[in-house]
Structures are given as C-alpha cells and as structure tokens.
T-cell receptor, first 113, second 114 residues
Framework: DGGITQSPKYLFRKEGQNVTLSCEQN?????MYWYRQDPGQGLRLIYY???????QKGDIAEGYSVSREKKESFPLTVTSAQKNPTAFYLC????????????FGQGTRLTVV | QQQVKQSPQSLIVQKGGISIINCAYE??????FPWYQQFPGKGPALLIA?????SEKKEGRFTISFNKSAKQFSLHIMDSQPGDSATYFC?????????????FGTGTLLAVQP
C-alpha cells in the first residue's frame, strides 16, 4: 500500500535531549512537509521540502532541523533548543510542490518528561 | 492576512442533524479551499475541496458553500452520523504560488450524539 509512514507513534524524551522523528513515503511525491498540532491551534508548518537536498523554514522552525537526502525520507529533529516540544507531529507529502492535495501520516506524539 | 479563522471550536449535534462549520480568510490570493477530517490519533485526510469559480460543491452528505465576496466558506454535514465524530480543519492555499503551503484553521471538534 502506498502512503506515508511515521515512526514511532509515541516518543518520550528527557529535557535537554535531541530526538529524531522519522517520515517515509512511497508515493513518489516530490514535496514533503512537517506540521505541529497543538490543541486549539490547528496545524502549524515547521519545515517543508520541495525537492531532494532542499528545504525551507515554515512558520515555527525555531528549535527544529530537517534533512532531505532521499526523495522518500524527510526526518525531523527536535532539538533541545525547542522550548515547548510536547506536541503531535504530522508529516505530509504532495505530488509536486504546487499540487493541491496533501497526504498525511498517522503522526508521532512526542512527550517531554 | 495569512490566517484562516474557523468556528466553532467544538460542536455537538444529534444524529440526523446538520453540522455546520464556518471559516473566513483575509488573503484574496487564496484560490483553493479544502476541508480535512481527522479521527483521534490519526493524521488528517482530505474530505472535500472547492475552488472560487463555484459557490457550492457537494459530495454525498458533505457540502462546501463558498462566498467569495464575504471571503467565507463553510462545511455542511447533512444527516450527521456518530461516525462523523472527528476534528475538522478548513484550509486555504494559493495554487499559483511557488509552493502549495496550506494554511489551516484551528479545527472544530464535532461530536454526533446517537
């Protein structure tokens, strides 16, 4: 089945530690996105990538980093600089950077303990 | 200008009733308006979308009404069912832009009571 796979589903991190969230897609989509979801705030864009080896900051990029070394993979690292990292993280992709439909993964819930 | 305002934040509807969720936008360059449905613990999925060249789009029990002059659009769920209980997000984007950056509303938690 084609789709977007995020792992792990649940992640616990101690304060001060970096953690990497995985996102893999087998849809052959060019563009990939990371969103953060908090109650009452909708989905906010962290980073996006239009093509391999290229990525752009979204609206709330501070404290996060990404890489796009392969077309199918777009991992997100939540660094210790992110002041409030506990959230639900969603990865998405679209066929091209200007394609209208975004396909989402199942999400990773990160909790800082 | 980039915001999409969504209301209500939560909604309780009886089975068989009509659920209505409203969104408003400021940026007149937006030309694609999708609605996403999200079940607990899952990622959002595209439900229905509209472009400004039509005022209404219907797919089964789901209808989008679009008012270009008022810069508003709404989702109507007819004959609401308990299985429709989910969070609904409206969004907007500009198809002619360099990237399709979707701007999302804050979401509406819908509960359909049996």
């Amino acid at each position: 089945d084609g789709g977007i796979t995020q792992s792990p589903k649940y992640l616990f991190r101690k304060e001060g530690q970096n953690v990497t969230l995985s996102c893999e897609q087998n849809l052959n989509h060019d563009a990939m996105y990371w969103y953060r979801q908090d109650p009452g705030q909708g989905l906010r864009l962290i980073y996006y990538s239009q093509i391999v080896n290229d990525f752009q900051k979204g609206d709330i990029a501070e404290g996060y980093s990404v890489s796009r070394e392969k077309k199918e993979s777009f991992p997100l690292t939540v660094t210790s600089a992110q002041k409030n990292p506990t959230a639900f993280y969603l990865c998405a992709s679209s066929k091209t950077p200007v394609a209208t439909e975004a396909f989402f993964g199942q999400g990773t819930r990160l909790t800082v303990v | 200008q980039q915001q999409v305002k969504q209301s209500p934040q939560s909604l309780i509807v009886q089975k068989g009733g009509i659920s209505i969720i409203n969104c408003a936008y400021e940026n007149t360059a937006f030309d694609y308006f999708p609605w996403y449905q999200q079940f607990p613990g899952k990622g959002p999925a595209l439900l229905i979308a509209i472009r400004p060249d039509v005022s209404e789009k219907k797919e089964g029990r789901f209808t989008i009404s679009f008012n270009k002059s008022a810069k508003q659009f709404s989702l109507h769920i007819m004959d609401s069912q308990p299985g429709d209980s989910a969070t609904y997000f409206c969004a907007a984007s500009r198809e002619g832009g360099a990237t399709n950056k979707l701007i999302f509303g804050t979401g509406t938690l819908l509960a359909v009571q049996p």
